[in-house]
């Protein structure tokens, strides 16, 4: 979509057309403009009356908009100063997106917890006291905050005007390295690992993120040991994150594993419910929307667990809001809203969504097993069932009531058409369709 080609095909179109009156055209509409801003164009009026004269028209000529745009799209007609102060809410909303997307992972913003407050206050000490504890061993789960943090840590040490030099990077970065060096034919390997030991000592900070990749590759392993040992003798400061503790990392040499525990080893937890809520308050007002108390406490209280979950569904939101009214982010967005979003988030937060996933909820739902939901009984409780998850493996993955069919001991398509039918019929009962709705969000959380 080209706005001057847009324009321009327009212009010609009104010249010619019979409906605009010429010289009308030469005194008013040749001086309006057109601009696609979110996927949408605006047609754009210098003051109230070509807007007034159009509007009579406006059918048509949003038809020929949408024609030289050669797509469906939205057409507005706005005065230019409107437009103006408008885009400027836009352009204000796109940069805090860029904002977001190159995450900005600083002690700022990062919301401390009873979950996490040990290693942010570690974390924390370490930029102010290097060589403390050392090393500083940040453990936990997936999704919870370690590498934010031992970004925040390299963040605040460049901040600070004290010319140290720091190193951070994925472990896998430091074993890719090692291993282009290893590959390092024309060389003598022994002076080039010598090398590159050297240039790891030229930092005074070194911070490796998932240790636990670093396991079980010798020759990696027998290297950071070396750079590791060089750096607590020197008493320069790392610092490890790992998705277990140290005693449990497996493929690691014993003495290392005994010196990752001679520092300190704190663990991030699963947010609580009160961290949950300002994490989600924070991320919210970073992408400037605005959501009701109830809706942040049921985000909070639903999808615990893990906070890249709840930045999805932010994201989710956001996306929804800005392809519903980019122009107008005063409304104020509630749980209703939420299944809406939902409804046809047809992708699982953490992954796919298989037929078998499908069947483990609803089995779990009715209390019932999945070997009996794919089995022949007709009891009516689980015949019912049966053909809830019939219907969902239709509907949300778009599978043919052949490939359904499948699914279910290897059952006739007309058999599936059945029970779809009568789940549809059932829908139109409100509280069967908000069971099926929160069945839907089982499975996309699961
Ligand atoms: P991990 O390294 O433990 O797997 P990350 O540090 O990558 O987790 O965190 C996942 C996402 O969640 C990141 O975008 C991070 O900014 C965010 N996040 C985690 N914990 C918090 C927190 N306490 N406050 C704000 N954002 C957080
Ligand atoms: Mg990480």
């Not at 103006?84 to 860029?98: A, L």
């Amino acid at each position: 979509m080209n706005a001057d080609n847009i324009l321009k095909n327009l212009k010609n179109w009104m010249q010619t057309s019979d409906i605009i009156d010429p010289s009308f055209y030469n005194d008013y509409l040749n001086k309006i403009s057109l601009k696609i801003a979110d996927n949408k164009v605006y047609l754009l009026f210098k003051n109230e009356l070509p807007k007034l004269y159009l509007s009579s028209e406006e059918k048509n000529i949003k038809d020929m908009i949408k024609k030289f745009a050669n797509a469906d799209v939205s057409v507005i007609f706005m005065l230019e100063t409107e437009f103006n102060s408008n885009i400027k809410i836009i352009k204000e909303k796109e940069t805090k997106k860029k904002q977001i997307k190159n995450k900005d992972y600083s002690f700022t913003n990062f919301i401390k917890g009873k979950s996490n407050s040990a290693a942010y206050d570690a974390s924390k000490t370490v930029v102010k006291n290097p060589g403390q504890w050392n090393p500083l061993f940040i453990y936990g789960n997936s999704g919870l905050g370690k590498t934010h943090l031992l970004n925040a840590i390299a963040k605040e040490f460049g901040e600070n005007d004290n010319n140290l030099k720091i190193k951070c990077y994925p472990s896998t970065e430091f074993r890719k390295e090692i291993i282009r060096t290893l590959q390092n034919k024309d060389k003598k390997i022994f002076d080039e690992i010598e090398k590159l030991k050297d240039s790891f000592l030229e930092y005074d900070v070194l911070l490796i993120d998932d240790i636990q990749f670093l396991a079980k590759n010798e020759k990696t392993n027998e290297i950071f040991f070396n750079v590791f040992n060089k750096f607590i003798e020197e008493e320069k400061q790392i610092v490890l994150t790992s998705d277990k503790f140290p005693e449990n990392l497996s493929g690691f040499d014993k003495r290392l594993i005994s010196r990752f525990n001679s520092g300190l080893s704190v663990k991030v937890d699963e947010p609580d419910e009160e961290t949950l809520y300002n994490i989600v308050s924070f991320k919210a007002e970073n992408s400037n929307l605005r959501l009701s108390e109830a809706l942040k406490k049921h985000i909070a209280a639903e999808y615990k667990g893990d906070v890249r979950k709840i930045e999805g569904i932010i994201n989710r939101i956001d996306f929804w809001n800005i392809q519903k009214n980019n122009l107008d982010n005063n409304n104020e967005i509630d749980i209703e809203d939420l299944l809406i979003i939902l409804e046809d988030y047809t992708m699982k937060i953490n992954g796919e969504i298989t037929p078998l996933k499908i069947k483990e909820v609803v089995a779990e739902h009715y209390g019932i097993d999945v070997k009996a939901l794919e089995g022949q009984t007709r009891i009516s409780k689980i015949a019912h069932a049966r053909h809830v998850a019939m219907f969902l493996i239709h509907d949300m993955l778009n599978k043919t009531t052949t490939e359904v069919g499948l699914f279910f001991s290897n059952r006739d398509h007309t058999t599936v058409i059945s029970a779809n039918k009568k789940i549809q019929d059932k829908m139109k009962n409100k509280a069967f369709k908000a069971e099926m709705n929160k069945i839907k969000q089982k499975i996309k959380k699961s």
